[in-house]
């Protein structure tokens, strides 16, 4: 069974840093990209990052490009969003999404997802 | 960017109606889109992929279609368990996905 479990939110200051985590198990992790999407209160689904399975491929949304950092350390089945220089407006419920594809050219899709994390920034 | 719009916001219907929910996008994106369902405090649930394709395990009476810039997700018969809200996601952009507004499915 897949799982995935995201860690590492909570409440930080305006301008901090936060690292969250993803752990997951039920399938070749390294095997996958993964992405983070994240949801704030009352809003729509938001993509942030992906990464590729190998981790030498990252995109990230226009609105943390040079601000997030995602990661994985495969040997861990870990995912990583390290989060810098955070806004009022990254407040939001992260999630971590396994990312599978069908077809030629390929659709891809997130058929897992953890639960969520939630960020708070605040002063 | 390739935008994506979700039609209505919001509808009222009853247990038995059958539904049809509209999503749009800026520019063609061929089959590339997801439906997804999402309850309150809980994650998305992936309903249909790569435009008509049903999940495994995901009852038929959903399905999806369309193609290049109009899709529809149909709930041939609505269940009590189907009342929350629905997002289309487009991955034709590569690397990067974008979500539409989300449609509130809410009981009559």
């Known amino acids: 069974e897949v799982q995935l479990v995201e860690s590492g939110g909570g409440l930080v200051q305006p301008g901090g840093s936060l690292r969250l985590s993803c752990t997951a198990s039920g399938f070749s992790f390294m095997s996958y990209p993964m992405s983070w999407v994240r949801q704030a209160p009352g809003k729509r689904l938001e993509w942030v990052s992906a990464?590729?399975?190998?981790?030498?491929?990252?995109h990230y949304a226009d609105s943390v490009k040079g601000r997030f950092t995602i990661s994985r350390d495969n040997s861990k089945n870990t995912l990583y969003l390290q989060m810098n220089s955070l806004r009022a407006e990254d407040t939001a419920i992260y999630y971590c999404?396994?990312?599978?594809?069908?077809?030629?050219?390929?659709?891809?899709?997130?058929?897992?997802w953890g639960q969520g994390t939630l960020v708070t920034v605040s002063s | 960017d390739i935008q994506m719009t979700q039609s209505p916001s919001s509808l009222s219907a009853s247990v038995g109606d059958r539904v049809t929910l509209t999503c749009r996008a800026s520019q063609s994106i061929s089959g590339y889109l997801n439906w997804y369902q999402q309850k309150p405090g809980k994650a998305p649930k992936l309903l249909i992929y790569a435009a008509s394709n049903l999940q495994s395990g995901v009852p038929s009476r959903f399905s999806g279609s369309g193609s290049g810039t109009d899709f529809t997700l149909t709930i041939s018969s609505l269940q009590p368990e189907d009342f929350a809200t629905y997002y289309c996601?487009?991955?034709?952009?590569?690397?990067?996905?974008?979500f539409g507004q989300g449609t509130r499915v809410e009981i009559k």
């Open positions: 999404a396994k990312v599978d594809s069908v077809g030629v050219p390929e659709v891809s899709y997130a058929a897992y």
């Open positions: 990464i590729s399975g190998s981790g030498g491929s990252t």
């Open positions: 996601q487009q991955s034709y952009s590569p690397s990067t996905w974008t």
